[in-house]
């Protein structure tokens, strides 16, 4: 913790030591999402679309996307947006947008959920939670999150600390549910050159200091399609266990931070890329573990 | 707007001009709690503690606050904590010691509201609903506000832009809700000797670029009490149109942010020395009009 | 300190207690720069050009200032820019130009010095020498300004924390020369609005931690002419000692920074509007002392 | 650049296009020390203690960081420290202990250079001279480096924008001197966990804008020995040209900086693991060429 004047501590724990911290579990937690392990010795790659804006887009964004090698799909139905008048998601129709595409290509999905009360809808389609850099502290909504059983991606606040982040993890794992895979988007500095600023040291730490996933986003972190693939490979290097990358097949149609996407053209590309530096690190992108005959054959 | 890569625009507000632009109501908005009214000539001091511990320190601190002239009463019982170990604030039975207090000095109160779904509760016993730091940007929450007729106090993000900060209000004046009034708290930096960076020059820009009653929170500014009376002074000379402050009978046993509460004996101090500096800038306390038939015998 | 891994303590002062603390002169110092007294009840304003340009237009800015009350004059003829392709002041033959001017009018000049080799030409005509935001830890010119007897005006860098000035002070004091005042000029943070974001609370804790007299730069704290008032109000009621302004007959047409100076009618409003904030603070606008006859007759 | 107000644009460089640019060499420079080329396909690493303390020390770490691999050898004698009071370097004598240690170990020199007056002295002895990140913008100094022929190894400012730090090797370049080396060390931010904020964005950016090589310094980015594994390789997995690192044979005994100094031990780790990462990005660490002879007996 900061030492600054009026600065809150970090309380005290009801066991003494957060739950979140490597102690606890110092083997490390791996989130499980149908088939997909975050957290294990596989890389995982989460792509999609920032918004979901239709069925065309979306299922061909998904296409695209799972035919690379990504793992989870992800696309945005609620959209916080800065302006009330951005577009703001496709809402409930948009979830059925989603869950069908997904099912298409058989992967899993990751959306955002803004408020507890979009929790009994999103649960029925949505196999990770995501809670967004803007309610990083919407403690009413990590609370409702702590008491489900299905996994949460908790993004790091614009200007949260590297402690601030940890406890706000911590109120999920306080309520019952371990499920929780920590993501880094980038924080807000006087640089102006890039969306946001890139913490890799914090990715890095985070993996020392709890047992939980850590990945790493991007598209938001630079703003600028360029960045990503050297700050995607910077990420595996630095240890994270994973990405989420923003597709879109026509990005300069997008609705929402098409200035950010990748084609499907650059993402299949990154795809290729990331293995190299994967094998460096012991590590490789994941892959369904065969079946025991199969295996038995090598 | 910054020109950042993959910055969101202010998109385009239905009527070309954002609601909050002074241009839709170049002489101000005035908002009316009972008697009181802020953002008129009348400079307005909300005081209170930080949290409602009790019914003893809650009726302590409103006695000495309202007899050294506040003109509302702060107080929160839904706390945002950093930690989920720290003390959460006392809920709904803090609300009824809050407004009890309260009646008693006949105060109005201001407290936060952290969810939507206290809103129905909150709006029995509280008169302006604040909206805190952490949750400018929780969208949910502002749409519920706009759809409300009561005052709504907009904390400004830690790491809110300027231009964030007019948007978050244009969603609650864009439900419909016009009675919106921006509180300045400090900003996040590097700066570690004082707990945030208080951004005066927002207030005066606020006051230029928006028709809305500004205001400033020198405590969670500064985080120091030392320095409370010299920002609230310079608020003042600023341009805001009221103050809010924590104050605390005994601040080294608070529950909460004891360490940035003034003490009733230093809040008095700073109320003597307020009337000064407001009235160079052609401003005074607020005081409630004396009826027709005083004001006619003078 | 701040806590971070790696930061440097603020080591031990010989005496164990720096020298720019309080403690060692707690009724604080006073700079003098002919009869102007800076650190004492008056308040003293520094105003002029940002770069000196040609005689025309220093005269003219000199002669304004001066008629509307400035105690100093501002100019620049070193101008650190962050392009090599900017204009980098006139040099020497500026200076000359400065003295002329300030000659003619009866101000002291105070002007920055951007590198130690310039210190025997500077020290023939200026008379606060000026060190700017980006050498605040030009430890070599910080050195060579702690060997001379000659007043400094000690701008604090964009990113320099609190204890930083204080120590970069601290070089000047400790080579022996105790004529230092403290300039804020903003500090650079995520918020784009402004050019800087003033710190005003870093003022008032220099006024309680120090016994060095305190000034304020609006004008490059805010980059924008329609907020210099507005903080230069704010400065005076958070205690500080003085100003420093950029003034420009035709701002639109300035070599350097134009686009925050302040014409020559918005400067003398700002002087006629300082007098009421100061005397709510107990000071006043600085005077000369009258002789003793004079006193004596009134 | 940003489009604060007041903010200096980037000036018309005398030829439309900065020197920088990479449209001037678009196959990149490559700078050489010695035999060591720096920015080719070669990653190079310098290595040593953040100050020369003695002979013994000096000599130890030259041994120590060759036989791991290392291609320069690092060392500063003259030390910019926050405080008047800390260590500020050996000076000249530290010079020649340092000059005798590289000499003994067969490696370059880089050290950094504070002032221009201390530049006659240096160039004898130092192979690459060091601009540290308080003096990104002495432009007193860039200017005098510009008039060499030496490489210069320019660190980024703790508040240095992007395009600021690309402007200040502007400043060189313009003099005539093409051998700059940027080095980003980490921005200033509000994270207290790590000393800096390692922006390794602005690596790739420079990269793909500039025709300069670039470096990272994960010592002073992260100051703390357990990240500087982590972020070395993300520094070469997001394309940068070489690493600087600091070790010392004891590092709780070091005079400057020793929390965030890498044992011999450690960093001899680190070299083992460098490979891997640099040969998924199709590079390797520097190796001199074979003679031709050699080659053809291959």
């Given at each position: 913790m900061s030492g600054k004047?009026?600065?809150?501590?970090?309380?005290?724990?009801?066991?003494?030591?957060?739950?979140?911290?490597?102690?606890?579990?110092?083997?490390?937690?791996?989130?499980r999402v149908g088939q997909v392990e975050i957290g294990g010795p596989g890389f995982v790659v989460m792509a999609g679309p920032c918004a979901v804006e239709g069925m065309e887009q979306t299922e061909q964004t998904a296409a695209a996307v799972a035919s690379a090698g990504a793992h989870v799909l992800?696309?945005?139905?609620?959209?916080?947006?800065?302006?009330?008048?951005?577009?703001q998601g496709m809402g409930e129709p948009g979830l059925r947008v989603l869950a069908e595409a997904a099912r298409k290509v058989g992967l899993p999905i990751v959306s955002e959920v803004m408020d507890a009360a979009q929790l009994p809808l999103m649960e029925d389609h949505v196999d990770i939670l995501q809670v967004g850099a803007r309610n990083m502290q919407n403690f009413a909504l990590l609370r409702a999150l702590g008491k489900l059983r299905k996994p949460v991606l908790l993004k790091r606040g614009?200007?949260?600390?590297?402690?601030e982040w940890l406890l706000a993890a911590e109120y999920v794992l306080d309520g019952g549910n371990e499920q929780v895979i920590l993501c880094e988007r980038g924080i807000r500095t006087f640089e102006t050159a890039t969306r946001n600023t890139l913490d890799l040291a914090a990715v890095a730490l985070a993996?020392?200091?709890?047992?939980?996933?850590?990945?790493?986003?991007?598209?938001?972190?630079?703003?600028?399609?360029?960045?990503?693939?050297?700050?995607?490979?910077?990420?595996?290097?630095?240890?994270?266990?994973?990405?989420?990358?923003?597709?879109?097949?026509?990005?300069?149609?997008?609705?929402?931070?098409?200035?950010q996407a990748l084609t499907p053209e650059r993402f299949a590309q990154l795809m290729r890329r990331l293995p190299g530096v994967l094998g460096a690190m012991d590590r490789h992108l994941w892959m369904p573990e065969l079946p025991a005959h199969v295996v038995g054959a090598r």
């Open positions: 004047p009026g600065e809150e501590g970090a309380g005290t724990p009801r066991e003494g030591t957060p739950r979140v911290a490597r102690a606890w579990r110092p083997e490390g937690t791996r989130v992800r696309g945005g139905v609620f959209k916080p947006r800065t302006s009330p008048y951005s577009f614009m200007a949260a600390t590297f402690q993996k020392q200091r709890t047992h939980l996933p850590v990945i790493v986003d991007p598209s938001h972190a630079t703003g600028e399609p360029d960045l990503i693939q050297p700050m995607a490979l910077a990420a595996a290097a630095a240890g994270a266990d994973g990405l989420i990358i923003e597709v879109h097949p026509r990005p300069e149609q997008a609705l929402c931070d098409g200035q």
